[in-house]
């Protein structure tokens, strides 16, 4: 089945500094991927998303491109935040299905 | 736009009493909406499926009597954990689906943090 890995966190970093998150997947189909972050006691908010093949999604300074070949949608973002801390999910959906693939999560923190 | 309010945020109940969840879409119709439970630290784990106007699809390991789920129209959905112990003391949260022609999304409730004493 489906299925979305992402690196082993926790993150932590400091600010200013480059971030990359590792996504790959697992899809029979064409799937759409998405980032998620959620925040500490809150729920998820979509960060950005990309639905074919070399789309690049960005939001916030966060970036990540679809690559098929690779099937991999790294997030990355050129200079963190203290206010990016929270907890980024790399997820899949084939239209098919319907439902959401999340992966495991990674918590990220940003020291000043 | 695409604004999902999930209610309560918190509930602290007694152990063999049940508690509902609701999860309403504000300002679209999703005919598909999901739950979700969080470990601490954790990822979410998808509980089950919920279609407008039939039962819901439970995911392998979820009882369907213990948590109860009902889509009656196009815009709530509840979760009712029925006589809930300490441990389903968890944070969950709901999803709904919500499709533009050829595109589709997902928007998240806050999520309803769950103690059972």
């Known amino acids: 089945g489906d299925s979305v890995t992402q690196m082993e966190g926790p993150v932590t970093l400091s600010e200013e500094a480059f971030l990359t998150i590792n996504c790959t997947y697992t899809?029979?189909?064409?799937?759409?991927l998405f980032w998620y972050v959620q925040y500490p006691g809150e729920g998820l908010q979509l960060l950005l998303k990309?639905?074919?093949?070399?789309d690049k999604g960005s939001n916030k300074g966060f970036e990540a491109t679809y690559r098929k070949e690779t099937t991999s949608f790294h997030l990355e973002k050129g200079s963190v935040q203290v206010s990016d801390s929270a907890v980024y999910f790399c997820?899949?959906?084939?239209?098919?299905?319907?439902?959401?693939?999340f992966g495991q999560g990674t918590r990220l923190t940003i020291n000043p | 736009g695409a604004v999902v309010s999930q209610h309560p945020s918190w509930v602290i109940c007694k152990s063999g009493t049940s508690v509902k969840i609701e999860c309403r879409s504000l300002?679209?119709?999703?005919?598909?909406m999901f739950w979700y439970r969080q470990f601490p630290k954790q990822s979410l784990m998808l509980m089950a499926t919920?279609?407008?106007?039939?039962?819901?699809?439970?995911e392998q390991g979820v009882e369907k009597d213990k948590f109860l789920i009902n889509h009656a129209s196009l815009t709530l959905s509840t979760l009712t954990v029925t006589s809930a112990h300490p441990e389903d003391s968890s944070f969950y949260i709901c999803?709904?689906?919500?499709?533009?022609?050829?595109?589709?999304?997902?928007?998240f409730g806050s999520g309803t943090r769950l103690t059972v004493v």
């Open positions: 990309a639905t074919k093949a070399d």
């Open positions: 997820a899949l959906s084939d239209q098919g299905a319907q439902k959401l693939v």
């Open positions: 899809a029979t189909g064409y799937p759409s």
């Open positions: 919920s279609n407008e106007g039939s039962k819901a699809t439970y």
């Open positions: 300002d679209f119709q999703a005919t598909t």
């Open positions: 999803s709904a689906r919500r499709e533009t022609g050829l595109n589709y999304g997902y928007t």
